[in-house]
T-cell receptor
Framework: GQNIDQPTEMTATEGAIVQINCTYQ??????LFWYQQHAGEAPTFLSY??LDGLEEKGRFSSFLSRSKGYSYLLLKELQMKDSASYLC??????????WGAGTKLIIKP | GAVVSQHPSRVICKSGTSVKIECRSL??????MFWYRQFPKQSLMLMAT?????????EQGVEKDKFLINHASLTLSTLTVTSAHPEDSSFYIC?????????????FGPGTRLTVT
């Protein structure tokens, strides 16, 4: 079956670094997405990985290992506004997104 | 980037009535659109995949006669919640797939908050 696993909740300190892990199993694979979602709002796109390796985009980086079915989102220099849920989603062969339950990230001053 | 709009953003209706939610891709053609439902503190749940000019594909457990989906053009898909009940109260989000670009990204609308009283 298809499955995405990510931690339910994480806490980090303002200015620090946090890594959110995600493991996936899908029927076919067209890439791994990370989205940020604030309460009451739709998800917003953060990153896309389809090849192995690290993609860096400002304070956010995303890593993918296809052989391990594993990805992580790395957030640096954390700001209070980064408090949100982070959703990992794998795209299957039908271009459907298989969603994780989301990781609620709490930033403390 | 590509923009997807949804209308209305919020709607309150009485039990037993029907509500229509529109999803539009504003600056690209979307042959495929997706409808999601999200309950508080839960992740997105795919309800159906809508392809322009054909019938929608519904996920298991989603009643196609209750959640009517029409994708009549390359820029518009509609979701009609028929005979709404309080348990249908949820956050409904659409997304549109742009396959023209190299990135097969789903662009999300802002969502519609439905409250059934």
């Amino acid at each position: 079956g298809q499955n995405i696993d990510q931690p339910t909740e994480m806490t980090a300190t303002e200015g620090a670094i946090v890594q959110i892990n995600c493991t996936y199993q899908t029927s076919g694979f067209n890439g791994l997405f990370w989205y940020q979602q604030h309460a009451g709002e739709a998800p917003t796109f953060l990153s896309y990985n389809v090849l192995d390796g690290l993609e860096e985009k400002g304070r956010f980086s995303s890593f993918l290992s296809r052989s391990k079915g594993y990805s992580y989102l790395l957030l640096k220099e954390l700001q209070m506004k980064d408090s949100a849920s982070y959703l990992c989603a794998a795209m299957d062969s039908n271009y459907q997104l298989i969603w994780g339950a989301g990781t609620k990230l709490i930033i403390k001053p | 980037g590509a923009v997807v709009s949804q209308h209305p953003s919020r709607v309150i209706c009485k039990s037993g009535t029907s509500v229509k939610i529109e999803c539009r891709s504003l600056d690209f053609q979307a042959t495929t659109m997706f409808w999601y439902r999200q309950f508080p503190k839960q992740s997105l749940m795919l309800m159906a995949t809508s392809n322009e000019g054909s019938k929608a594909t519904y996920e298991q457990g989603v009643e196609k006669d209750k959640f009517l989906i029409n994708h009549a053009s390359l820029t518009l898909s509609t979701l009609t919640v028929t005979s709404a009940h309080p348990e249908d109260s949820s956050f409904y989000i659409c997304s549109a797939l742009d396959r023209v670009t190299d990135l097969p990204e789903q662009y999300f609308g802002p969502g519609t908050r439905l409250t059934v009283t």
